[in-house]
């Protein structure tokens, strides 16, 4: 195999080529940290009067995009809110919507056995299911007379453990 090009360097055909490898994507260092800058901006403009003012940008920790089961996961980023609790983070991608905002509040389970994950759309919807947890402490409250409400969140993949 020959380790000359077959074509000028200032060819156009070299322009293109140095253009598709500079458009790979972004490496994992900037996916983490877009994916906090995502989730700040978008708590600092959709919870303005609550998460807004206790989540600083500093508190997001992002994580790089996965491949888990054949299933790419877009970068994400954490919050931790204390007391078992925090919140995730991530940008939903459809071809039909385009990028959407995805913020979970995941709390434990007043069983001790799991978690629950909460999607969050508006600030009202948070102060109403934060009403709904103040009694038990931020915990989840489970029926121990219904079928189990609460799952384990389950261990992220490695690459998604790997922290900056």
């Given at each position: 195999?020959?380790?000359?090009?077959p074509?000028?360097?200032?060819?156009?055909?070299?322009?293109?080529?140095?253009?598709?490898?500079?458009?790979?994507?972004?490496?994992?260092?900037?996916?983490?940290?877009d994916?906090?800058?995502?989730?700040?901006?978008h708590?600092?403009?959709?919870?303005?009067?609550t998460?807004a003012?206790?989540?600083?940008?500093?508190?997001?920790?992002?994580?790089?995009?996965?491949?888990?089961?054949?299933?790419?996961?877009?970068?994400?980023?954490?919050?931790?809110?204390?007391?078992?609790?925090w919140?995730?983070?991530?940008?939903?991608?459809?071809?039909?919507?385009?990028?959407m905002?995805?913020?979970t509040?995941?709390v434990?389970?007043?069983?001790r056995?799991?978690?629950?994950d909460?999607?969050?759309d508006?600030?009202d919807?948070?102060?109403?299911?934060?009403?709904?947890?103040?009694p038990?402490?931020?915990?989840?409250?489970?029926?121990?007379?219904?079928?189990?409400?609460?799952?384990?969140?389950?261990?992220?993949?490695?690459?998604?453990?790997?922290?900056?």
């Amino acid at each position: 195999m020959t380790s000359t090009r077959p074509y000028a360097p200032d060819s156009p055909l070299a322009v293109l080529l140095a253009l598709a490898t500079d458009t790979v994507g972004p490496d994992e260092t900037e996916q983490r940290e877009d994916a906090a800058t995502a989730a700040a901006h978008h708590v600092y403009n959709a919870y303005a009067h609550t998460l807004a003012s206790v989540v600083d940008a500093c508190d997001w920790q992002g994580y790089p995009s996965v491949t888990v089961d054949g299933r790419r996961l877009e970068p994400a980023a954490v919050a931790w809110l204390d007391g078992g609790a925090w919140l995730h983070h991530t940008l939903r991608i459809t071809v039909d919507d385009g990028a959407m905002d995805a913020l979970t509040l995941v709390v434990p389970c007043t069983c001790r056995r799991g978690y629950v994950d909460i999607l969050l759309d508006t600030e009202d919807a948070l102060i109403e299911i934060l009403t709904e947890l103040a009694p038990t402490h931020g915990r989840s409250p489970h029926i121990t007379d219904a079928a189990v409400d609460c799952h384990s969140i389950r261990t992220a993949p490695a690459l998604y453990r790997l922290t900056s």
